[in-house]
């Protein structure tokens, strides 16, 4: 039996078991199986090579400086003030302290960025397609002004232009025992009393009480079809149970106001002006991408669902909060997780004009004074790649929960 | 008797012309009134003295800073540094060196944007394939009697572009690898692809940036040393890539799984499929991201001041910093502003504009 499909004078045998064909063996390079293996060890050796020639050059060269590779600088002292802490840090903190402190910092601009760009964001963008044409107009300029133009160039324009060019202290912008100047944002800072624990608690237990409702109310809607104003009652028993137990406790909350003395001001809590002009910066620039997230997701809600839900005698509220939001969230949601990354990570330019964020601090002072450029830099990167990451993997898992299942 | 139809009535004077108008997109309702109050107040209240400020009060001729005296922006501020916004520090005479290679590419590019202009193809490649070597000559001379200008003098406008272009042009063959890989059956060049894609996804440009100051000098051998423009190129280019295979593996994905499969068929190798076959059509579907990443770089440029590179944004950082012209920084900042709003907003128009022409809806959602 020849074993030459393409010889045509063959007749089928359907009878006859069929044998592995002898083949000729094709040329290794002309099989698949065989190819890819040697193509992946090929990569893989060159890899090995290029890295190993790095590692290498990197040794001879740290040991040329006199740089001692590890970290064991990280419980060595630091030596240098931070301009902003939140934790107690000081000069005779280790550099390990150094890397948290900046962290803490970079999540503190990256949350309150995040909080600011959302509201902002949501605004702009149902703004954007409102019927109004004047605040249709005004939020696609907004829009379009801002993302065009460089972050760096914006948080430069607030610290220096704005920022900077306030009064000295001793001329301060007044208002509500609160002082603006060069220096940054003053307020009174709220001292909590004895008795203040009570306040804590009922925040806590409030929490506790509208996660239970929350769940008899899906439990109850899901029997009987009933409704429950679950927003509202939350929102009443976060706010309204601790401010009960505030009143009614004596009110025990004290405030140090801050006061002039010398050339700055002494007490309350100081925002540096850097955080204010990094804050306003990331939240204007973010705000005008979320903003076309959130029209997007809009747009993305067929016409339909809205006429059916109008026809099915919904109001417009409800149709909105029932119909259009959930299935807009749906497609606004990954993009948006993708937006705080950005923010996130752009948190980073603040190295720009001082705020003492992780690469400011860590990747910029640090660096400087021990040399270990390799061990800081790689710190840094791992920090921001596993908030990366884990958005990532958060937002994998949200894809596939809130799936379409079609049928 | 005779049955005639009543002419027309006019439709009701506060339903048409500029009244009707208004009623039907700024006061439909009460809601919609405050709202367009509310905005329009604080329109007013914020453009007129903007405006006023910018163009009305402002000073324009002059060439030091006794010409601002009308109290508005002081534009002799920035016409007396255009040079230095543009140039940064190229040597002047020299200056007609960087404005050919600014003509050639923006010639090129009205070509390949202009609908119905022959052999498209053609200019692309030479664009990015013979510009940039020309263009390198061109900007850093030393040859074809060309006298040497060395990089720590480029800057401004010119050099935020070399930046962007470089950054684009070198990107595009290793993103085209990267997407191409991350796409390959082989598990090892897969994962390799993915690790390399999503590492520099996953970091800020700015440590991008300082690893390549800091530690690319550490990775060679003693002697090698590399310039500060070349490493900020290099660090731009990995980040870039990165990205760029990602707006590429969407125009790959985006291909019916048929076409594929209809090469296979056809007996085609995987370069024949991929050159042949689906990269003609991916491109197509890609260019919209591509415009849109380059946008997003040419925006990060501007990080390059962090590591000590002037481009146009540390040229105007550097030029508040004068003590002769302190105070105008609001300029400053406008007008590199300005500059960097013209690039991108046009660019983003044309990568809408191109969104809608490409839509044929050869895509996988048609």
Redesign the interface.
Known sequence: MSSDISNSGHKPDGSAKQKAPPVSQPKFWNDPKKR?LL??VL??SI?GFVFYT?ID??L???E?RGITTGFDFLSREAGFGIAMSLIDYTEASSYGMTFIVGLLNTILIAVLGIIAATILGFILGVARL??????AK?SALYI??FR??????QI??WY??VLRTLPQPRQSIEFFGSFINNRGFIFPAPVPEAGFGWVTFGFFAAIVASWLIARWARKRQELTGQQFPVALTTIGLIIGVPLVLFLFSGMPLGLDHPELKGFNFKGGITVIPELIALWLALSIYTAAFIAETVRAGILAVSHGQTEAATALGMSKAKTLRLIVIPQALRVVIPPLTSQYLNLT??S??A??IGYPDL?NVF?GTT?NQTGQ??EV?SM??AV??A???MT?FFMNWYNARIQLSER | MKYELQPTLPPPANMIGVIGWLRKNLFNGPVNSIATIVVGYFLISFLVPTIQWIFIDSDWVGDSRDACTSGGACWVFIANRLDQFLYGFYPEAEHWRVQIAFIILIGSIIWLVLPKTPKKGLVATLLLVVYPVVAFFLLYGNAFGLTRVETHLWGGLSLTLVLAVVGIVASLPLGILLALGRQSDMPIVKSVCVIFIEIWRGVPLITVLFMASVMLPLFFPEGMSFDKLLRALIGITLFQSAYMAEVIRGGLQAIPKGQYEAADALGLGYWQKMILIIMPQALKLMIPGIVNTFIALFKDTSLVLIIGLFDVLAIGQAANQDPEWIGYSTESYLFVALLFWMFCFSMSRYSQHLEKALNTGHGNRA
Do not use: C, G, H, R
């Open positions: 890819s193509f992946q990569l893989l890899l790095i050059n990197t001879t060269n740290l040329q409102s019927d109004n044409w004047l605040v005004f379009e002004v065009n133009i460089p972050l760096l160039l430069f324009f220096y232009a990570k752009n980073s330019l190295t720009a690469v990747a660096l450029a390799i830099i840094t990167m921001y790649l908030l990366s990451l990532s």
